[in-house]
């Protein structure tokens, strides 16, 4: 383990009560924790600071799928007053990592909309090369401003996730890789043991060549079929650590769901985090309020079973992408997100509408996650269901 991940291995999680967007407050919040986590002026005057959102689909903030505007304005204003030499908002969602595709979900997100006139919008599409000694991963591509960037500074949403089954601190950073290249890792590690690695890889990157924070936006976070077809739920909280796994953690069990998300495992495999919430020092309000979250369709007893008979029996009954014909505008954007090249558009009387051919197909339900209008639903097995 380097020393940067070390110093990371005990970082408390501020926590705060919040139930408004306010920017001066969040400005006091954040101002705050700062302070109490030791992340000063020092580490961030005369530097280049990359604000990394969540935006994951072209979706406005009142459905709780993205990182909120008003949020990451209050940030961006006290990066600037701490004398950062660039502010520089940047992410990758899904589809091309091209002007026209990144611009629209700008606007959509309303990120064109913030406030802070020393902070630009990311308008650099190119990418690096990079390598790590990781489990998974040893050569991958991450956008220039973030190769380019001395600080990162992870603005995540507290969300449920169809496939990690948490989506915060550790997951957003996925989206420091350009584009379809995503689409690209989902097809390398079908299993979600092995793209749970993965994102620990990655984020392990980030935090031994870059100075790190994450503040989680979980003031109104996702449940359900989340990370973009969920509901929001009010859960009035602001979570802030400089490990992005301690941060899950704590999130997690906001979340009622302790000990369910396989990249936690993996960290605190790697002796990155206690994997115990109560081993994690609390600051802010230090107390952790927890909420009952609708998970997603694809969670299940299952995921218990997946070493009896070499995980087939789990495999057989696991949940699978569906479309719903009756909401589906054949547009193509779950074909051109499938990673194994499932799913074919095919006209059908009249109308176009996506076809899921199963063969092949991964589960990894990147076609659910970024359709723009919520027409792939998750089919339980029939004996599932009962049992639920």
Known sequence: MTNML?????SPVYIRKCDTYSVDVLYGIFSDAFKKLGFTRELIEGKNVLLKPNLVLAKKPEFGATSHPLFVEACAKLICDMGAAS???????????????INNTYRACEMTSINCAKMKLNDDFTWQSVRVNGEKLKNFHVISAVYNADVIVDLCKLKTHSLTGLSGATKNLFGIIPGVEKFEMHSTFPEVSDFSKMLVDLSSYVLENKTFIALCDAI????????????????????ISRSPYALDVVGEHLMKNDGNVKHLDCASERGYVSRNWEEIELLGDCEIPQYDFVQPDTTSFLGNLSGFMGGRFAKLFEAKPAINKKKCIGCGKCAESCPRHTITIDKKGKKKLAVIHRGDCIRCYCCQELCPIGAVDVQQNIIIKLIH
Do not use: Q
Not at 6 to 10: C, H, M
């Open 220 to 239: 109104i976070s996702m449940e359900g079929n989340g990370p973009t077809h969920g509901t929001p739920k009010k859960t009035d909280t602001v979570l």
């Open 6 to 10: 070390n110093n990371i291995k005990n």
């Open 87 to 101: 502010v520089t908002l940047a992410d990758s969602p899904g589809g091309p990592f091209v002007a026209a595709n």
